[in-house]
T-cell receptor
C-alpha cells in the first residue's frame, strides 16, 4: 500500500512569508504527527492530530500550526517565516489505538528560508 | 518531559564488524522504544522496536536490549554491510504520550 506522502518535497521562501505543507497518511491511519528536523536540534516534535483533533503539542511558537481533515490528511502552516525555520519537516502516520506507537514517516518537505 | 541521550554521534566500523549504539532515557514511565534508520534524502524508517515488558528483541542481524532499571537501551548490528551506513535514531515514548528522539548516530561502514 502507498506510504506517507508529503508535498511539496522542496520549497524556498523568504523571511516573513508563510508556508503550508501537506501530508497524506497511509490509508486507514488516523493519527498524524509532525516533526522538525535540523542538524543542530535533531528531530523535534511539533504536534499530533487524531481524528481532526490536536492530541499533543511540542514546544514551538504559535507561528507553527496544523490541522487534520476528515480524511485524515493533514497540513501544517508556518507564518512569518524566520531563517531558523529552515529545516526538513517530517510527517508520520500511525493507526491510532493499540498501534499508535508505530510511526511511519514520509520523505519530508525541505524548507529553505532566505 | 522525556529526555533521550544517544551515543556515539558518529561510528565508523569495518564491514563485517559489529556496531553498538546506546541510549538513555529519563522518564521511568516510558514504555516504548523504537529505533529508526534514516538514509540520505529519505524519512526515518522503523527497523526494530521494543516494549518495556521485554528485555531483548532480535531481527536477523539487528537486536535491541532494554535495561529498565538503568533506563538505557541499545541497538546492536552484527556483520555490518555497506548498506547499513545511515543515521540511526533511538526514541522513547514517555508518560506524555509523544516520542522523544535521540540526536542520532551517523554510522559509516567501510569495505
Amino acid at each position: 500500500k502507498a506510504g506517507v506522502t508529503q508535498t511539496p518535497r522542496y520549497l524556498i521562501k523568504t523571511r516573513g512569508q508563510q508556508v503550508t505543507l501537506s501530508c497524506s497518511p497511509i490509508s486507514g491511519h488516523r493519527s498524524v504527527s509532525w516533526y522538525q528536523q535540523t542538524p543542530g536540534q535533531g528531530l523535534q516534535f511539533l504536534f499530533e492530530y487524531f481524528s481532526e483533533t490536536q492530541r499533543n503539542k511540542g514546544n514551538f511558537p504559535g507561528r507553527f500550526s496544523g490541522r487534520q481533515f476528515s480524511n485524515s490528511r493533514s497540513e501544517m502552516n508556518v507564518s512569518t517565516l524566520e531563517l531558523g525555520d529552515s529545516a526538513l519537516y517530517l510527517c508520520a502516520s500511525s493507526p491510532g489505538g493499540a498501534g499508535a506507537n508505530v510511526l511511519t514517516f514520509g520523505a519530508g518537505s525541505r524548507l529553505t528560508v532566505l | 518531559g522525556e529526555n533521550v541521550e544517544q551515543h556515539p554521534s558518529t561510528l565508523s566500523v569495518q564491514e563485517g564488524d559489529s556496531a553498538v549504539i546506546k541510549c538513555t532515557y529519563s522518564d521511568s514511565a516510558s514504555n516504548y522504544f523504537p529505533w529508526y534508520k534514516q538514509e540520505l534524502g529519505k524519512g526515518p524508517q522503523l527497523i526494530i522496536d521494543i516494549r518495556s515488558n521485554v528485555g531483548e528483541k532480535k531481527d536477523q542481524r539487528i537486536a535491541v536490549t532494554l535495561n529498565k532499571t538503568a533506563k538505557h537501551f541499545s541497538l546492536h548490528i552484527t556483520e555490518t554491510q555497506p548498506e547499513d551506513s545511515a543515521v540511526y535514531f533511538c526514541a522513547a515514548k514517555g508518560s506524555w504520550g509523544k516520542l522523544q528522539f535521540g540526536a542520532g548516530t551517523q554510522v559509516v561502514v567501510t569495505p
